[in-house]
């Protein structure tokens, strides 16, 4: 095949990345489609100028941005386009189980024994004194009339979203209330607004429900208002996806007054909002969500996953009042019912208060987390809330996030970039996202982030130092 990578080629910076970012171009200007395969490396080397070794390089990084995939004895093809944002981040998980290596890439929330200890505890209650229709339940239906009713309860008085039984659904966690939220509002080419940097999981659904998603400037309080009320004004979009706590990777949280300017925008535009809380419960109770402002445009999504255990898929979606019947046939199309004795245990664990404890005590550890970090990493410009997963780093000037993430995994550590988290192809931000949760042993989560401090007050290699 032959491809002219001029028009998309950066005249800065090293030319290896040049080529895997002009790739990356290539592909979202539907020059390079899904499937087509590449020059091989000689031809494209004599086509542009450089070393096969520049090539390769560039190949290899294009692989890890998820963009290409090389096949032996066949060549290099352009990966699917769904594949090609979240590949490396998620694919990358799989080929991390190196006992050695110590993982500060993936969202995990930190599990100490006792959460398992409860769980067990709590199996053996449910089996003494269960509902029979948590096992015999067979209709497409938004939850047990019990469980929906206690979560309804826990949701308006806990977090503060309006709405009662009748407008919530019980979902297999987050990313499928969010993916009910969206299918409900939004059709085959619909634009949807979001943040500029985004969870990786809303565009992976963009790519599958084949929506268009444009990113908004965001500031360290979230969207920014006013740029908010400009791309609703240029783009009329069909609805907007906000993440107003703890937005992933930055962890970028609105205060109450950002809050109030954000649905402003949204209701004078009467723009469907679908509010995306699933870190709420790692903040200490008193934000209010955007859905208490908005309960006429608002769908809002939050799960006990990131707060209680990673494994409890309990999510639970709130829709407008008389939305229900819009969003019901979604959810027998895609699971029939969310599973009975997952929400049976969340019940339980709403109705004892185990549920508090957990997140009181998930608060607690990740604080306990943020403060090691702000100790080893003192000297360097980060974002972090207090109580969150994640550590959003800067990097000096010599570092670019894609070195430092390949030294970070030859030195032990895995760690993510922004790629998979950035709506559109721009330059991404010279950071790393550190999440703090994953190691559940804090002497290798010490060890993790003492070996991140080293690099950074290192140059980088040799190789990564040469401008080509």
């Given at each position: 095949?032959?491809?002219?990578?001029?028009p998309?080629?950066?005249?800065?910076?090293?030319?290896?990345?040049?080529?895997?970012?002009?790739?990356?171009?290539?592909?979202?200007?539907?020059?390079?489609?899904?499937?087509?395969?590449?020059?091989?490396?000689?031809?494209?080397?004599e086509?542009?100028?450089?070393?096969?070794?520049?090539?390769?390089?560039?190949?290899?990084?294009?692989?890890?941005?998820?963009?290409?995939?090389?096949?032996?004895?066949?060549?290099?093809?352009?990966?699917?386009?769904?594949?090609?944002?979240e590949?490396?981040?998620?694919?990358?998980?799989?080929?991390?189980?190196?006992?050695?290596?110590?993982?500060?890439?993936?969202?995990?929330?930190?599990?100490?024994?006792?959460?398992?200890?409860?769980?067990?505890?709590?199996?053996?209650?449910?089996?003494?004194?269960?509902?029979?229709?948590?096992?015999?339940?067979?209709?497409?239906?938004?939850?047990?009339?019990?469980?929906?009713?206690?979560a309804?309860?826990?949701?308006?008085?806990?977090?503060?979203?309006?709405?009662?039984?009748?407008?919530?659904?019980?979902?297999?966690?987050?990313?499928?209330?969010?993916?009910?939220?969206?299918?409900?509002?939004?059709?085959?080419?619909?634009?949807?607004?979001?943040?500029?940097?985004?969870d990786?999981?809303?565009?992976?659904?963009?790519?599958?429900l084949g929506?268009?998603?444009?990113?908004?400037?965001?500031?360290?309080?979230?969207?920014?208002?006013?740029?908010?009320?400009?791309?609703?004004?240029?783009?009329?979009?069909?609805?907007?996806?906000?993440?107003?706590?703890?937005?992933?990777?930055?962890?970028?949280?609105?205060?109450?007054?950002?809050?109030?300017?954000?649905?402003?925008?949204?209701?004078r535009?009467?723009?469907?909002?679908?509010?995306?809380?699933?870190?709420a419960?790692?903040?200490?109770?008193?934000?209010?969500?955007?859905?208490a402002?908005?309960?006429?445009?608002?769908?809002?999504?939050?799960?006990?996953?990131?707060?209680?255990?990673?494994?409890?898929?309990?999510?639970?979606?709130?829709?407008?009042?008389?939305?229900?019947?819009?969003?019901?046939?979604?959810?027998?199309?895609?699971?029939?019912?969310?599973?009975?004795?997952?929400?049976?245990?969340?019940?339980?664990?709403?109705?004892?208060?185990?549920?508090e404890?957990?997140?009181?005590?998930?608060?607690?550890l990740?604080?306990?987390?943020?403060?090691?970090?702000?100790?080893l990493?003192?000297?360097?410009?980060?974002?972090?809330?207090?109580?969150?997963?994640?550590?959003?780093?800067?990097?000096?000037?010599?570092?670019?996030?894609?070195?430092?993430?390949?030294?970070?995994?030859?030195?032990?550590?895995?760690?993510?970039?922004?790629?998979?988290?950035m709506?559109?192809?721009?330059?991404?931000?010279?950071?790393?996202?550190?999440?703090?949760?994953?190691?559940?042993?804090?002497?290798?989560?010490?060890?993790?982030?003492?070996?991140?401090?080293?690099?950074?007050?290192?140059?980088?290699?040799?190789?990564?130092?040469?401008?080509?």
């Amino acid at each position: 095949m032959t491809i002219d990578l001029t028009p998309f080629l950066s005249p800065t910076g090293p030319k290896y990345l040049a080529i895997a970012r002009a790739l990356a171009e290539a592909i979202r200007q539907g020059e390079l489609v899904p499937g087509a395969r590449l020059p091989p490396h000689r031809q494209l080397a004599e086509a542009l100028g450089v070393s096969v070794q520049t090539v390769s390089r560039a190949y290899a990084q294009a692989e890890k941005m998820g963009l290409v995939q090389a096949r032996v004895g066949s060549g290099t093809w352009i990966n699917a386009l769904d594949d090609a944002r979240e590949a490396a981040y998620l694919r990358g998980q799989e080929s991390r189980r190196e006992p050695a290596l110590i993982d500060l890439s993936i969202a995990h929330p930190v599990c100490p024994p006792g959460h398992h200890l409860r769980f067990r505890e709590t199996l053996a209650e449910l089996a003494e004194q269960g509902s029979p229709e948590v096992v015999t339940a067979n209709r497409p239906i938004a939850g047990l009339p019990h469980q929906r009713e206690r979560a309804s309860d826990w949701l308006a008085g806990r977090l503060g979203v309006p709405g009662g039984p009748d407008d919530r659904i019980l979902c297999n966690g987050a990313a499928h209330g969010l993916m009910l939220a969206i299918s409900t509002l939004v059709q085959h080419g619909d634009l949807v607004l979001t943040e500029a940097l985004t969870d990786h999981g809303l565009i992976a659904l963009s790519r599958t429900l084949g929506f268009q998603l444009r990113g908004v400037a965001i500031d360290e309080r979230g969207v920014i208002p006013e740029a908010l009320d400009l791309a609703c004004r240029r783009h009329r979009p069909r609805a907007v996806c906000l993440t107003p706590t703890q937005l992933n990777p930055t962890g970028a949280t609105m205060d109450s007054p950002r809050r109030d300017a954000v649905a402003e925008v949204l209701d004078r535009h009467g723009v469907w909002l679908i509010e995306d809380d699933v870190h709420a419960l790692l903040e200490p109770p008193g934000l209010t969500p955007l859905a208490a402002r908005l309960p006429h445009l608002c769908f809002h999504v939050t799960s006990l996953t990131k707060a209680a255990v990673p494994g409890l898929r309990a999510g639970y979606l709130s829709v407008p009042r008389g939305q229900l019947h819009h969003a019901l046939p979604r959810m027998r199309a895609t699971t029939w019912m969310a599973t009975p004795l997952i929400f049976e245990i969340a019940d339980a664990w709403i109705a004892d208060g185990t549920l508090e404890r957990l997140a009181k005590e998930q608060r607690e550890l990740l604080a306990a987390r943020q403060r090691l970090a702000a100790r080893l990493l003192a000297g360097h410009e980060r974002a972090a809330r207090p109580t969150s997963l994640h550590v959003w780093l800067s990097l000096p000037a010599a570092w670019r996030a894609e070195e430092l993430q390949q030294q970070a995994e030859q030195e032990g550590v895995a760690l993510t970039t922004a790629i998979p988290f950035m709506v559109e192809q721009t330059p991404p931000p010279r950071r790393i996202r550190l999440s703090l949760g994953a190691e559940q042993d804090p002497a290798r989560l010490e060890e993790g982030l003492g070996r991140i401090a080293a690099l950074l007050d290192e140059a980088p290699p040799p190789m990564m130092q040469i401008v080509y």
